[in-house]
């Protein structure tokens, strides 16, 4: 649980900490901003043909990454000056000479850190989860993806992350993307590192100089397994948590959705329940018929429709005097039991034996079964 609050604290932190700092990562992986303008001519040259025949393959993703990358290594470049820009048979899915795609991969671990910050803008809880592992290391403790999921929403329904400055927060200059020392699950993952300009030890007890992002691949996309601090690394053998499956997350949030259904629906009713006894304290027709179906069905096995019930309900009212009772201090409603084949539920209402003259048409302990009307809840048996 104390992860959890950490882990809270910490994304609390960084969606504000990200809210404004895309164009501080807008930059060349340090490993090619250091060629020189020739280098990274003949490199553009290479990524464009790369890009090329990942788009031959299907790949359009990966074809528009390495397109864009060696437009930004040489906005000059021109398609047409290049020696054979449209080989005509490609097999493998790797350029005709080797290239080193180090510099690429951290292109990519730094534009999915970008969409990250950029969901944190958005509130976007479920996109920033979908960014994650299985489970997070963060703080010494483990989180999975759904805890955080729910965390997010916390969040964001109570903070805002206009109005602050990355750079105030990290030195965005420092910004390094590098191969992460792992093994097993993490073995090709990628780290993200940065050095605080701001102290914030007193905030948050885990904070500290240098942090680090770990993201490693997987099925194609780079996702967020473990945030570090100063020179902390994993315990040896940690590995996230396997991923949910498409159609197991499916089945998990009907099941959620359902449940939070079915309490907001119990609560309807047994409230329902309550309004219908009090108009009928009040001695209001119109009200209390509202409350119940077109005929409702009696113990003996009868019926009565809301005509009959009208005539029934306006004798007894102007026969007897308004007592000013309230149907929270008279009765009491029992939890609200789901009936068969979803048909609505089932509540027991009691009250002491002082209160039957109040409420002549209804024993205490008598169990009154209502169904949803088009988003009302009304009384149509008892029993």
């Given amino acids: 649980m104390a992860t959890v609050r950490r882990f809270a604290t910490f994304l609390g932190l960084i969606a504000c900490l990200l809210a404004a700092g895309t164009a501080a990562f807008a930059q060349l992986p340090s490993g090619l901003a250091s060629l020189s303008a020739e280098e990274q001519a003949e490199m553009a040259e290479s990524y464009y043909l790369s890009g090329l025949q990942y788009r031959a393959v299907g790949k359009d993703e990966l074809a528009e990454g390495m397109i864009g990358l060696a437009f930004r290594l040489n906005p000059d470049l021109d398609p047409q ?3 054979d820009p449209s080989p005509p048979e490609i097999a493998p899915l790797v350029a005709p000479e080797p290239i080193d795609t180090t510099a690429w991969t ?9 969409r990250v910050a950029g969901a944190f803008l958005d509130g976007d ?4 989860a979908a960014a994650l592992d299985g489970s997070v290391y963060v703080a010494g403790g483990s989180i999975t993806r759904a805890q955080a999921h729910a965390l997010l929403q916390a969040l964001f329904e109570r903070r805002s992350l206009a109005g602050v400055s990355l750079s ?3 030195d965005t200059g420092s910004v390094m993307v590098a191969p992460y020392d792992g093994t097993g699950a993490l073995a090709d993952a990628f780290q993200v590192s940065l050095e605080a300009r701001m102290d914030l030890s007193a905030a948050v007890p885990f904070w500290a100089a240098r942090q680090r992002f770990v993201l490693r691949p997987v099925d194609g996309d780079w996702l967020v397994s473990a945030v570090l601090f100063s020179d902390a690394r994993l315990p040896a053998g940690w590995s996230p948590a396997p ?5 197991a997350a499916e089945r998990r949030m009907r099941a959620a959705a359902a449940r939070k259904k079915e309490m907001a629906d119990r609560t309807a009713v047994e409230q329902a329940l309550l309004d219908g006894v009090d108009r009928f304290l009040e001695k209001d027709t119109d009200g209390l018929l509202a409350a119940v179906d077109s005929v409702v069905l009696l113990p003996n096995g009868s019926s009565v429709t809301h005509e009959a019930l009208r005539a029934l309900l306006d004798g007894y009212f102007a026969s007897t005097p308004y007592r000013g009772l309230n149907a929270r201090d008279v009765v009491a409603v029992g939890s609200a039991e789901p009936l068969g084949d979803g ?3 089932r509540v027991e209402l009691s009250f002491e034996d002082r209160y039957q003259e109040a409420l002549p048409v209804v024993r205490s302990g008598q169990r009154l079964d209502l169904r949803d009307a088009d988003g009302r809840w009304v009384v149509f048996a008892i029993s």
Avoid: M, T
Wanted: proline content about 0%; cysteine-free.
């Fill in 125 to 128: 809880a479920g996109a920033i």
């Fill in 168 to 170: 105030d927060i990290y």
């Fill in 343 to 345: 048909a609505g539920y």
């Fill in 81 to 83: 000056a290049i020696a």
């Fill in 243 to 247: 991923l949910e499956s498409a159609a």
């Fill in 106 to 114: 951290e292109n990519l671990v730094l534009s999915q850190l970008l």
